[in-house]
């Protein structure tokens, strides 16, 4: 038995491998690969008109074009006394994704603190529709965001009359940042959240008896623990907005164009090496950035013991309480965090329940029941697509948090290049969708002929896979610092009462880890219901059609006038069904951690 | 999907690695199937793909017609050609010019076959949209690219220079040329009335003056009917959707800027390689009839191709025709629309 068992590893490592390799890195290299050869040679030429070239890189165009000369600028330019550089297109990226960055884990934190320290009601709905955000499609975030930030928005209303305003943001560096917030800060929090509530009571207490005070214990003792959480969801959170694409030109516009608005550009005039240039870089960049990261954050984790949970502060406990400056502070938290994050999504709905006039009507909603009644070709009805989200996304779940633990159980190994091999084992994160799904279509949809038969890969079950690929890099995420904070000694002397390495894992390992887990699940299950680009492409008709696939196709549909009505009603559906699933895979996630 | 489109698309699947559908290509039996390659929103419930394919079977009862959409338009068939992939399909339906010139400049041989003069009805198209001058597309319908503007915020602009009036400042919502069709339109438009040499500068006091670039037709709709700004390039059909007691018609004024419309017709092609090459010029050529060019029209709110041909209702009543119709022609835009697009791009891009 016990050699059978651990024969399993390996065995589910070379299938996660053999999927990973057919849904991502034969598609990925197909496209990538041209970046970097031409007609089987290597070559460097595009990377060098790409790094060479002033709009892309700016300033730093010359280390390409003319080391020799730098440092001779470099002199005129300290001579000149220092002005800002301009680093072209990546760089504008760069800084608008730092600026995101910033402002996601600004909102993000407090959220966290809200969640993981204090008692409500509603809490547990909070947290489980923390990551709801995650599915929304662009147009839809655009359409709720112009409702809220509008000129005749939601917030110039109110700024209207205490006799402000009006605040015009639309069109701005700073509604994209916002957007950008609203996608990313719920990744904070949800990443932090599970790290601050497994922060062993006893050591806070320890800390306070020694006579620490309450921020010096924070500082000395919380701290420390959350560091990898905060910095895990920093580095995701910069790569996501680096690699931002059609919020930006939704709310921005193209002056704001970031280099992925860019390359999906070049991929519709079918310029593919220099697109497949792009993306390379964009990969390598973010690559690195998550190598870097990960070699930090081995240094960085402290074993924590499994001790008690602490209890959580009531959030109301007398009006007295009310005055407290953290509760106050928390109460100022929710006005921001319900105008950024409730009132979009608000927005959204009632859209659906508004004509272009302002007048009430259901239309969009028996336009979604005659979508369901018709037998049209072509007609993708809206429960088949509900139906096939759902399953799409159990699926999803059932791959992703198998291959996510396992990618954990390489990471945490002691030894010479495993954070290499998580670094590249996390490349689905790193990777612009716009290059995968073209990879995909050029491979997989296409085909290849083999033995005389055209084999292609699409279908439901290439979607899954898809997915689960696109998903497991997030339970990696929060399941590895989890993992690694065990206590050696558990595992020691598991192992030395004969349990074999998987048993360890399951038995003990992964109970301990369960809210890292469960955060892990409701991530995969997000990302497989958000998916859009890989599933329409590897949908066959509309019989594998998934609830963002419908809510596209309405946008389109010009039977009831050029609105986005019908696709805000799907929209609704959309958050409906996501949150009832999410309080699901939270109320599953914690009957099994008790 | 149906028994038939199952086998012709030879789905298969292969037993054995864990996480793969496989699909087996398998020469099919074509027979009276008719396979129309278009984007997706072509077919649905109660579209103009729809239309003709339940019309055209009846007037065929041997024949079936399928449909396969594609998310990537025509560049998915450019790829499948250059790549050796095949391409199961008879026609493609949705092409307009800067789509074919791009396909003729990726590909060696002309994806599309001459059928032009072999099809009944295409001598009825309208001369000036005709825009291949190989005769492999024939137009089956055109939109005519105009502002759409708030009469109760700004007057009508009448010319691309009072465009830059500081009472259209911040005023002006438009596309993505490079994304976008009425926003490709619109820009080639301006190349068109300040020339080759003179439209970047224009565009320069364009975006001074706040004109912003949203990704497609539908986001810049939107924010223009949330009052973001008070114009809009769009169709001149807008009055079709916005008529009647309950709509506040000024707010769905069509502006001609210099009494122009930029048309952007939508052409047909057959597969060079098509197994039913016969089929196909039929099909096209039932697309240019008088009852299938009025219901295309109604149905995808675009002006017949075919010369005098009245889609009535709400179309016939609401449509607006610009004055006069410019375009760029195919030979005018071979060899100088990308460079044109990607000057611009790059321009708005480093402002």
Request: charged share 15%; glycine share 10%; hydrophobic share 45%.
């Amino acid at each position: 038995m016990r050699a059978k068992a651990s024969r399993l590893l390996p065995v589910g490592i070379a299938a996660m491998l053999t999927t990973l390799v057919v849904v991502f890195y034969y598609p990925v290299g197909s496209v990538l690969g041209s970046a970097i050869s031409a007609g089987g040679r290597l070559t460097l030429d595009p990377l060098v008109a790409v790094l060479g070239d002033p709009f892309y890189t700016g300033s730093a165009h010359s280390l390409v074009t003319a080391p020799a000369s730098l440092p001779g600028r470099f002199v005129a330019w300290v001579n000149a006394g220092m002005p800002a550089v301009d680093f072209g297109l990546f760089g504008f990226t760069a800084y608008q994704a730092l600026l995101s960055t910033i402002v996601s884990v600004g909102v993000g934190l407090p959220g966290a603190y809200l969640l993981a320290r204090f008692e409500f009601p509603g809490r547990e709905f909070l947290r489980s529709v923390t990551i709801l955000p995650f599915v929304m499609p662009s147009i839809l975030v655009a359409v709720g965001f112009l409702a809220m930030f509008g000129r005749t928005g939601v917030v110039n209303d109110l700024l209207a009359t205490v006799g402000l305003g009006p605040v015009n943001v639309v069109f701005t560096l700073e509604i994209v940042i916002l957007a950008h917030a609203f996608y990313n800060a719920p990744l904070v929090t949800r990443l932090v959240t599970a790290a601050w509530e497994s922060v062993d009571t006893r050591s806070v207490e320890t800390a306070r008896t020694l006579g620490a005070p309450p921020l010096r214990a924070f500082r000395d003792v919380t701290l420390p623990q959350l560091v990898p959480a905060i910095l895990t969801a920093s580095v995701l959170t910069f790569i996501f907005t680096f690699l931002s694409f059609p919020i930006v030109l939704a709310l921005g516009g193209l002056q704001l164009a970031t280099v992925e608005v860019w390359l999906f550009a070049r991929v519709q005039n079918l310029e593919l090496v220099e697109a497949a240039t792009l993306g390379a870089i964009e990969t390598a960049l973010s690559l690195g950035l998550i190598y870097i990261y990960l070699r930090f954050e081995a240094t960085q984790i402290s074993t924590h013991g499994q001790g008690q949970l602490r209890s959580r502060l009531p959030l109301f406990a007398g009006w007295r309480s009310m005055l407290d400056p953290r509760r106050l502070g928390v109460f100022l938290y929710c006005l921001v965090a319900a105008v950024l994050f409730v009132g979009p999504l608000v927005s959204l709905v009632v859209e659906s329940l508004t004509t272009p006039n302002g007048a009430f009507t259901l239309d969009y909603y028996a336009f979604l029941l005659a979508q369901q009644a018709s037998a049209a070709v072509g007609t993708i009805n809206p429960l088949a697509a509900i139906i096939n989200s759902l399953l799409f996304g159990l699926g999803a779940l059932a791959l992703a948090l198998p291959m996510g633990v396992l990618v954990s159980v390489v990471a945490t190994h002691e030894g010479s290049g495993s954070r290499f091999a998580e670094a590249l084992l996390t490349a689905p994160l790193a990777v612009s969708g716009i290059v995968l799904g073209l990879g995909m279509l050029r491979t997989l949809v296409f085909g290849t002929t083999v033995f005389g038969h055209r084999l292609t890969v699409t279908g439901p079950i290439a979607i899954v896979a898809a997915h689960a690929i696109a998903a497991y890099p997030f339970v990696t995420r929060n399941v590895t610092p989890a993992l690694s904070g065990i206590d050696d000694r558990l595992v020691d002397a598991a192992r030395a009462l004969g349990a074999d390495r998987p048993t360890v894992l399951v038995d003990i390992e992964l109970p301990l880890i369960a809210p890292a887990l469960i955060a892990g699940a409701a991530f995969a299950f997000a990302i497989s219901i958000g998916e859009f680009d890989s599933t329409v492409l590897l949908a066959e008709g509309v019989d594998s059609a998934t609830m963002p696939v419908a809510l596209e196709r309405y946008t389109a549909n010009r039977s009831l006038g050029p609105n986005l009505g019908p696709a805000t009603a799907m929209g609704t559906v959309l958050l409906a069904v996501t949150t009832g699933s999410f309080m699901l895979i939270d109320r599953t996630g914690r009957r099994w951690e008790r | 999907m149906n028994r038939r489109t199952f086998l012709r698309h030879g789905v298969g699947s292969v037993a054995g690695l864990a996480a793969l559908s496989g699909c087996i290509g398998t020469p099919g039996d074509s027979g009276q199937t008719l396979t129309v390659a278009a984007y997706s929103s072509f077919t649905g419930d109660g579209t103009a793909g729809n239309w003709l394919k339940s019309a055209f079977e009846s007037e065929n009862p041997e024949t079936t017609v399928t449909f396969q959409t594609t998310e990537n338009g025509v560049n998915e068939f450019i790829q499948r050609r250059s790549q050796g992939a095949p391409i199961d399909a008879d026609l493609f339906v949705g092409l307009n010019t800067g789509e074919l010139v791009r396909a003729d400049q990726q590909l060696d041989d002309s994806l599309f076959a001459a059928s032009g003069d072999r099809i009944d009805g295409s001598e009825t198209v309208k001369s000036a949209l005709d825009f291949d001058p190989a005769g492999r597309v024939v137009p089956y319908d055109t939109g005519y690219i105009s502002l759409v503007y708030d009469a109760e915020e700004v007057d009508e602009p009448a010319t691309f220079d009072t465009l830059l009036k500081p009472q259209y400042e911040n005023e002006l919502l438009t596309q993505n040329a490079e994304g976008s069709d009425p926003g490709r339109a619109f820009l080639l438009w301006t190349i068109n009335q300040k020339g080759p040499d003179g439209y970047l500068d224009y565009w320069s006091q364009l975006t001074d003056n706040g004109i912003q670039i949203l990704s497609d037709w539908g986001t810049a709709y939107e924010a223009y009917q949330d009052e973001e700004a008070s114009m809009v390039v769009s169709y001149s059909t807008d009055q079709v959707y916005y008529h009647g007691d309950d709509v506040d018609i000024s707010r769905h004024q069509v502006g001609f800027l210099n009494d122009q419309g930029y048309a952007n017709p939508e052409g047909m092609a057959q597969f060079a390689d098509a197994d039913n090459p016969e089929l196909a010029r039929e099909f096209m050529s039932f697309m240019l009839s008088e009852k299938a060019q009025a219901e295309i029209a109604t149905r995808n709110v675009q002006f017949p191709a075919v010369e005098g041909v009245d889609p009535g209702g709400d179309f016939g009543e609401f449509a607006l025709e610009p004055p006069e119709a410019v375009t760029y022609s195919y030979d005018d835009l071979v060899g100088n629309v990308g460079g044109w697009i990607d000057d611009w791009a790059r321009q708005i891009v480093s402002n």
